[in-house]
């Protein structure tokens, strides 16, 4: 996640010249030892590019990085306010759950963190009235779109610097400050992420430890959440994240009546992935209660499709 000094260094190079770590080190007040290494980690993360000028100096400036863009946006729309002191990274994963009204107990759940840490986190908003409160929920205000873009930003180029350490292929499909989904293009990547304790293999992939096995068009699809146990909802989830063709569909309706999936528990889930609607189109359709709704992206199958699938599958 970037830090305090990382947004230091993009504010000083923010009118996009070049500048040496020693003027930032006068433009930021940090040690020019500390800047070496914040210049180190902005350039290892694409953000920054270096080059030599006279003398063998070294120049820096910013590079058109998501996260940098990100942040330009933020500052052209507020830039009276000095973020470098309001932005911390517990702050920035924070942010992340604003952009929309959630209790801060919902918000400390999802990070796995106490209640105090999250107000902790949320002072230096509510001290400069950034925040809207609703009853016991708080959200960004509508002006502050910009700073809920740049979290999300930090967010993503977090989670992808991690996978692509280890697998180069990755691509981020869903993700939140503690956990994300990917695809991977070759098996090498595969490989690689199977034998990382870290990333566990799910989607349609994981439909295999209950006991239904599927052929796979490309390669599977990993799961990070380190600490967290993976879940028949979250793996239902998660395939639906990734396709919502009818067959697709088929298969997870199939999943759900095998293992008898509670419909609450997996609403639960899947009001995190903005999937609530569709899961409770399946459950209608399960129930033979389907009215064709206009705001459903699940493709679903027949009756005649999904009973002769229960039947190959042996599914009561």
Request: glycine residues 4%; aromatic residues 8%; contains cysteine.
């Amino acid at each position: 996640m970037i830090t305090k000094s990382e947004i230091a260094v993009l504010d000083g190079l923010s009118t996009g010249r070049e500048a040496t770590p020693e003027k930032l080190a006068t433009a930021t007040g940090y040690s020019r030892t500390h800047l070496y290494e914040v210049i180190d980690e902005l350039q290892e993360g694409g953000l920054l590019t270096a080059s030599r000028g006279s003398h063998n100096q070294l120049r820096v400036a910013v590079t058109g990085h998501a996260v940098v863009e990100a942040y330009r946006r933020l500052t052209s729309k507020l830039g009276h306010v000095a973020w470098e002191d309001l932005l911390s990274p517990a702050t920035l994963r924070v942010c992340w759950y604003l952009d929309e009204p959630r209790r801060v107990t919902a918000i400390a759940d999802r990070l796995n963190i106490t209640r105090q840490a999250v107000h902790n986190a949320l002072t230096p908003l509510k001290d400069r009235a950034m925040l809207s409160p609703d009853g016991p929920e708080y959200a960004l205000s509508a002006e502050l779109k910009p700073l809920w873009d740049f979290a999300r930003e930090t967010v993503l180029h977090e989670h992808r610097t991690r996978v692509r350490e280890v697998a180069t292929s990755a691509t981020v499909e869903w993700c939140d400050p503690r956990r994300v989904l990917v695809r991977v293009q070759d098996s090498d990547d595969t490989n690689a992420l199977q034998t990382d304790d870290e990333w566990q293999m799910t989607a349609l992939a994981r439909f295999r430890d209950y006991g239904l096995q599927f052929f796979l068009a490309g390669e599977p699809a990993f799961w990070y959440a380190p600490s967290e146990e993976l879940t028949p909802a979250e793996v239902t989830c998660h395939t639906l994240v990734l396709e919502s063709g009818s067959r697709r569909v088929s298969y997870v309706m199939l999943l759900v009546e095998k293992l008898r999936i509670d419909e609450a528990t997996l609403t639960e889930s899947a009001r995190w992935y903005g999937l609530e609607k569709e899961i409770s189109a399946l459950y209608r359709a399960l129930e033979d209660e389907l009215e064709t709704a206009e705001d459903i992206t699940l493709r679903l199958p027949s009756e005649s499709e999904f009973a002769a699938l229960k039947a190959q599958y042996e599914v009561q």
